[in-house]
């Protein structure tokens, strides 16, 4: 069997990255409009290698790791990623290059591998295990049917609209928010409800240009991210993307300030975009929560999703070669 050599990956290469991952997995199209964006503007402070695996002069996956700066991760976590076209699926060949991939992110000075792959990939799973990943946790994915709850999902939001109006919670788009600082302000509340998220590794905090930018991609129209005002202050926040070219619409983030939490807040403001959706004739949207996450979980379950295969996060120590 001819044998799989690497080159690195050009911007002028997202497009052939995203249709690589699609191939690999296809339950989770990747967008590649989306993509070209994270390449062209990565995170503040991380650094990244992007790499494309080709065997016959073709390719046949795409590869990468990134981390965050050292002096903020004192675990030197890095993540790693494989995805290999289906048509050329093959154990060994996984292995290769998830072996390939850790070396280079090892030489980096990383001192913890993490990677991820869904429950439904039996070959992925086999290979990271049989190099030493240990299954650390679990993120439980579900989708809920617009066409079949549509109707009462519409008549919920209008419902809990109702209700928090009464308690003088305004439920409103960021595109009709008019206040000048308002991305700012959003910035504020995700960085302090990111931390609250069940986590083993460090969340860094996102760097204000960094969500800015985010909050601009074509995939979330402020039309479409809804928020919870109290006297103008923003207190919940909830919004799907919707991406441009191919893919499921998911949901992005969801949040409420630890002042507002137990009064429905989450809920309310997730149904404002749920109930859009289906105005929109979207047929469904898909979710993703760490499966410790048991207040969204809940949520998630009395609006009606139905669970998914999810992804198994694999964490790996090494002896880097790079500090």
Known sequence: MPSVTYRTATLGD???AADLMTAAYPALPQDPVILRLRWERPRTGFAY?????????GPIGYLGWIHGPWEKVPDRHCEVEVWLDQK?????????MFTWIGDLASSEGSR????YCAEDEPEMLDSLAA???KRERIERCSELNLREHGDRLVADAKQARDRLAGEGIELATLARWKDPAALHRLWELSNLTAQDMPHTLPIIDEAYEDFERRMHAPDRPHDRIWIA???DQPVSMSYLKYPPVRGTVWTSYTCTHPAYRGRGLAKGVKLQGLAQAVELG???VCTDNDSENAPMLRINQQLGYEPRPG??????RVTNQGA
């Open 14 to 16: 997202a497009e052939l």
């Open 49 to 57: 290698g992007r790499f494309i695996a080709e065997r016959d002069g």
């Open 88 to 96: 050329h699926l093959d154990s060994h060949v996984l292995i290769a």
């Open 112 to 115: 913890l591998l993490m990677s």
């Open 131 to 133: 190099l030493g990943y």
């Open 229 to 231: 005002l109290h006297d």
């Open 282 to 284: 979207v047929p469904s």
């Open 311 to 316: 992804f198994v996060e694999h964490h790996k």
